[in-house]
C-alpha cells in the first residue's frame, strides 16, 4: 500500500483539474473529492458495473496505464534482473527453447542471444553473464511483448501498480481509455528479423504464421492483454494466483478473453498497469 501511495504523490508540481470532479487542484489530493493527481500516463476510470458472462461486478475506482509498457521503459529494468542467461527465460519467452544463440546465424553475432519471435535482444560474455538487453532498431516504443506474466508483475511491482483484473480492464475498455493494438503493426517493426531467425533456421515463412493465413480474422491480429486473473475464476472473486493458466483480454468489440500458460510469454500479448482507489468508494 505504501508503494501505491508513493506513485500517486511522488510529483504534484502544476494545477490540474480532476478527472473525477472536475475541480481545480494546486496540492497533491483534489480538494473537493480527494482524488489523488493521477500518474504520469495514467487515465482516470470511475466506480461502475461490468457485465462479464452474464454476472455483473462492481469495479472500484482505478488509474490505468493509458498505453501499455513499451519495450524502451523495460530495458533498464530488465539489465538489472538480469545477471545470466539462465534467467531470461523467467522473464521473457518462459522457454529456453527460443533462446537463439547468434553463431547460428553467423559469426558476425558471437556473444548475441535472439529470442525468436520477439524483438528482443540479449548479450552475453563467455561465461553466460548477460551484458546488456535490447530491441531491434524501431522497436523501442512499441508495445513490450512476450514478457512472462511474473516478469510483467514484477516490472509493475517496482513502480508500485500491478496488472489489472478481468474487470478492471474491461471497465478501462468500456470507458474508451484504452486502445487495440495490431500484432501486425509491431511485428512489422521487426520482421526482417522474424524472417532471419524462422526462415533461415526452421524454414518458417511470416506469412505462416495462423493470425496472417488467408482466412483469418481481423480479430486475430489484435493483441491480447494480460490479467493478474486466472483462467476459469469467478469475476468477481479475488484474483488466483495459484492458477498456472492465466486469463487474458482482448479490446474486440465485443471483448475476448483467452488464456495462456503463466509460465510462458507470448509475442501477441502485451500489459499494462493499475492503481487501485477503493478507499474513493467509500
Known sequence: MRALLAILIAATAFAWDCPNCGASNDGELCVRCGLPEPPPGMVFVDRCTVTIDGRDVVVDPFFVDAEPVSARVLLDWLASELTV????????????????????????????????????VVYMDSQGGVTGVTVQTGCFDIPAVSLTPYGASSYLASLGTRLPTLAEITAAHEAGVIRAFDTWESIGAYSSFIEMTLSGVLGVQLSGL????????????IMWELTADAWGQAPDEPSDTDSPYS?????????????????????NVIFRGVVPLPWLSD
Open 85 to 120: 542467461i539462465d534467467q531470461v527465460p523467467s522473464l521473457l519467452g518462459g522457454q529456453e527453447e527460443l533462446l537463439m544463440p547468434g553463431d547460428a546465424i553467423g559469426e558476425e553475432y558471437s556473444g548475441v542471444v535472439f529470442l525468436r519471435y520477439t524483438p528482443w
Open 210 to 221: 495462423s493470425m496472417f493465413a488467408p482466412g483469418a480474422r481481423p480479430e486475430d491480429r
Open 247 to 267: 486469463l487474458l483480454f482482448r479490446p474486440t468489440d465485443p471483448p475476448e478473453t483467452g488464456t495462456g500458460l503463466r509460465s510462458v510469454g507470448y509475442y
